[in-house]
């Protein structure tokens, strides 16, 4: 780490607002600290949620970037290996698991709950504001000063295209398992975004015997089927709700065994729920952040099938444990997945990534199926 060496980070100054590229000094890191020099971070809906205001606990101005892999630029004492144990020094790729936790409490090794952890801190790429210390706290940066002493890490050799799918591998792994897929199940995965596609790419992993995807635009879907998904069906060419209804009906000779909600609108959810099969699963993975309500019948919507209802919140609990196996399932191979990220994008295009995420779903004349802040661009 050079003397002189700054770091940049994209800093959203408001709700909506500018999204400036500010200059820091690099830290030093501490005992169990590290500084990690970003290769490549994700942005999800999350992040496009985030800038538009729906995550109060998110102050501005706020660096974002919460699916971090890059190479280890400097290393504090103490810190010898990854999480799994296996040794590592300075120019070794690693993944970056954001939630913090204490790993010592009541709800992190009884309950299995550490998003319940009493000494949470705020997740990388959720801590704000970023104008006081610690800083370059997201992966919208040219490094990460990863200064809480329990941050859990992964080395890799995998490529950062590949690598950075880690996080959202991890949540839909959740997913699917809260929804009980396994051997033989049908599977609707609903939204065809990052954590939609993972999900198509778990559920197969977990046995799925028929899977469709419903979402668009028209390059998501193509992944999802080259990802294992057996039918698609394209929202633009079927705008009408009981119309794809019956194109997944169609498809599977049915309801779904399990239904992954990704898309994300309380609309979406409604629509979820006349997919499932009686006696079947929704896994609701979507609506991360509040936009609203809908009217919904606990006699006809629920009981009277005989249906479960599942919240799925980030990597849940043992969210160590699905962070590592995603990192497994994305080694294993001979899938299409270095083709996820569509668009890679500097520090300075930050903010034209966030409105495209949050609108149009299109970046310099194609379709965005991931997106990707590269501040090495």
């Known amino acids: 780490m050079s003397e002189t060496e700054r770091a940049r980070a994209a800093i959203v100054t408001d709700v909506a607002g500018a999204v400036e590229v500010r200059d820091y000094d690099l830290p030093r890191p501490g005992p169990g600290e590290f500084l990690l020099a970003v290769e490549l971070c994700g942005m999800c809906g999350t992040d496009a949620h985030i800038y538009r205001g729906r995550l109060a606990s998110v102050h501005f101005p706020a660096l974002l970037g919460h699916e971090i892999v890059g190479r280890l630029a400097a290393l504090g004492e103490g810190v010898t290996a990854d999480h799994a144990g296996r040794p590592v020094r300075v120019g070794d790729r690693v993944g970056v698991f954001p939630a913090l936790s204490c790993g010592r409490c009541y709800e992190c090794t009884v309950r299995g709950r550490p998003g319940s952890c009493p000494d949470r801190r705020p997740s990388y790429g959720f ?43 991890s949540v839909a792994l ?16 609903q939204g065809t975004g990052a954590i939609g596609l993972m999900a198509v790419v778990a559920a197969r992993t977990a046995g799925a015997a028929r899977i469709v ?14 990802l294992g998904a057996d039918e698609v ?6 705008p009408d709700p009981a119309t794809r209804r019956t194109a997944v009906f169609d498809a599977l000779g049915g309801g779904a ?12 959810f409604a629509e979820a729920l006349g997919l499932v099969a009686d006696g079947g699963v929704l896994a609701e993975l979507g609506n991360f952040t509040d936009r609203g309500s809908i009217p919904f019948n606990p006699y006809a919507d629920l009981l009277k099938r005989d249906i479960t209802i599942a919240g799925v919140y980030g990597a849940g609990p043992d969210m160590q444990r699905r962070y590592h196996t995603a990192l497994t399932v994305l080694g294993r191979g001979g899938l299409p997945l270095d083709q996820l990220v569509s668009h890679r994008m500097p520090l300075s295009r930050a903010r034209e990534a966030l409105e495209a995420l949050g609108g149009g779903y299109s970046l310099d004349g194609s379709d965005v199926v991931k997106l990707a802040i590269d501040p090495t661009a």
């Open 127 to 169: 801590a704000s504001p970023a104008d006081r210390p610690p800083y370059l706290t997201g992966g919208f940066a040219t490094h990460l000063y990863a200064s809480n002493a329990g941050t859990v890490f992964y080395r890799t050799d995998l490529a950062p295209e590949v690598a950075v799918l880690q996080e959202p591998l």
């Open 213 to 226: 995807a419903v979402g668009g635009p028209a390059a998501r879907l193509a992944l999802a089927a080259a």
């Open 174 to 189: 959740h997913g699917v398992e809260r929804a009980g897929v396994r051997i033989g199940s049908t599977v609707v995965v």
């Open 233 to 238: 069906v394209d929202l633009d060419r079927v």
């Open 257 to 268: 065994d399990a239904v992954i909600g990704t898309a994300g609108s309380p609309e979406s």
